[in-house]
C-alpha cells in the first residue's frame, strides 16, 4: 500500500508542504501554492533530455553548472519548481536547491503556459548564444 498524505485545506501550500511528499517517481511542484504532481517521464523523453544535458555540460563555462531533475528551484515559499534541466550560477545554488531563478531552463513555464523558443525538426540545428553558445539537433537528442 502506498504513502498517504494529507495536505492542508483552505490555504496556499508552501516549500514545507512540498517537503513531506513521498518519494514515489513523481514530480511535485508548487506554483503559487498549488501543488502540481506529473508521472514519471517516459524512457524516449529521458534518453532525449539525457543527451540534452551531456551537450550542455560538455561546453559549459567553469562559472556555471548544468542540473538534471529533481533538483528545487525555489522561486518563492509557494512556488518551488524542478525544469527537466536547469543552468545556475555555481555559486548561487545550495546542497539543496537553487534559491534563486536560473539562467537556462528547460521545461519551465510562463505565465502559466509553455513557450516555444524554436521549432527544429529532424537534422535541422539550432544554435543559441545564451546562456553560452551551443548547437542542437533534434536527431543527435535521441540517440
Known amino acids: 500500500m502506498g504513502t498517504v498524505t494529507t495536505l492542508p485545506r483552505g490555504r496556499a501550500l508552501t516549500r514545507v508542504d512540498l517537503d513531506g511528499m513521498p518519494d514515489d517517481g ?4 508548487l506554483i503559487d501554492g ?9 524512457r524516449r523523453h529521458q534518453r ?6 551531456l551537450l550542455l555540460r560538455g561546453t559549459c563555462p567553469p562559472d556555471l553548472e548544468v542540473f538534471l531533475a529533481p533538483f528545487d528551484v525555489v522561486l518563492a515559499d509557494d512556488t518551488v519548481m524542478q525544469p ?3 543552468v545556475a550560477r555555481r555559486s548561487g545554488s545550495t546542497e539543496r536547491d537553487l534559491p534563486t531563478a536560473p539562467v537556462l531552463a528547460v521545461e519551465e513555464l510562463e505565465g502559466g503556459a509553455y513557450v516555444e523558443r524554436a521549432h527544429v525538426c529532424g537534422n535541422e540545428e539550432y544554435s543559441a548564444s545564451a546562456p553560452y553558445p551551443i548547437t542542437v539537433s533534434p536527431v543527435a537528442l535521441l540517440g
Do not use: F, K
Open 26 to 29: 513523481r514530480r511535485y511542484e
Open 34 to 42: 498549488s501543488m502540481v504532481v506529473t508521472p514519471a517521464p517516459p
Open 48 to 53: 532525449v533530455v539525457g543527451e540534452l544535458y
Open 84 to 86: 527537466d534541466l536547469l
